[in-house]
T-cell receptor, first 111, second 116 residues
Framework: TQLLEQSPQFLSIQEGENLTVYCNSSSVFSSLQWYRQEPGEGPVLLVTVVTGGEVKKLKRLTFQFGDARKDSSLHITAAQPGDTGLYLCAGANFGNEKLTFGTGTRLTIIP | GAGVSQSPRYKVAKRGQDVALRCDPISGHVSLFWYQQALGQGPEFLTYFQNEAQLDKSGLPSDRFFAERPEGSVSTLKIQRTQQEDSAVYLC??????????????FGPGTRLTVT
């Protein structure tokens, strides 16, 4: 069974600070996705990374896929209250479309 | 709307009742997935369809859970004789086509099931 562990589980920081969320596995994934989920809603896709070592930027968010494709990180610069939510990483493998989700990081940005 | 829709959004069932949860995927999306999300946790895979074919049902927790997609579009997840441990949010997702390297899925808002 492939597992994805996220850390930290909870994070509460002041507006304007920087933060990093980690997603780690002992297994290799073909691709890894990051989602943000708000209360009462489904997860919304933020980014997909497929190449080991890949870095993608989405405004203040920077996503990195580890060289061995077993881990990923999400870095947020100058956090804003609108960044508040549950951040989920999810891995997939070629030939099997189902996603294996991480344990989640609940982020709260304090104005 | 153009997104994935689910109904009902909220369902309260008494223990032992049967429930049916509906998912309307994005038009033209070939693949459809069901996930179960417990409070404060990440979603867990239940089952997956490609068109009308159920290709993987390895995540269904028991034989009380049944899913169908008879015409390759709308899907229904049925839970028979509900138990309290079935209380969760049930998420539906769809994706455009199999074999894409990115496997991007688009989620509906979920149905929150509470079994009393």
């Amino acid at each position: 069974t492939q597992l994805l562990e996220q850390s930290p589980q909870f994070l509460s920081i002041q507006e304007g600070e920087n933060l990093t969320v980690y997603c780690n596995s002992s297994s290799v994934f073909s691709s890894l996705q990051w989602y943000r989920q708000e209360p009462g809603e489904g997860p919304v896709l933020l980014v997909t990374v497929v190449t080991g070592g890949e870095v993608k930027k989405l405004k203040r968010l920077t996503f990195q896929f580890g060289d061995a494709r077993k881990d990923s990180s999400l870095h947020i610069t100058a956090a804003q209250p609108g960044d508040t939510g549950l951040y989920l990483c999810a891995g997939a493998n070629f030939g099997n479309e189902k996603l294996t989700f991480g344990t989640g990081t609940r982020l709260t940005i304090i104005p | 709307g153009a997104g994935v829709s689910q109904s009902p959004r909220y369902k309260v069932a008494k223990r032992g009742q049967d429930v049916a949860l509906r998912c309307d995927p994005i038009s033209g999306h070939v693949s459809l997935f069901w996930y179960q999300q417990a409070l404060g946790q990440g979603p867990e895979f239940l089952t997956y369809f490609q068109n009308e074919a159920q290709l993987d049902k390895s995540g269904l927790p028991s034989d009380r859970f049944f899913a169908e997609r008879p015409e390759g579009s709308v899907s229904t997840l049925k839970i028979q004789r509900t138990q309290q441990e079935d209380s969760a949010v049930y998420l539906c997702a769809s994706s455009l086509s199999p074999g894409a390297s990115s496997y991007e899925q688009y989620f509906g808002p979920g149905t929150r099931l509470t079994v009393t």
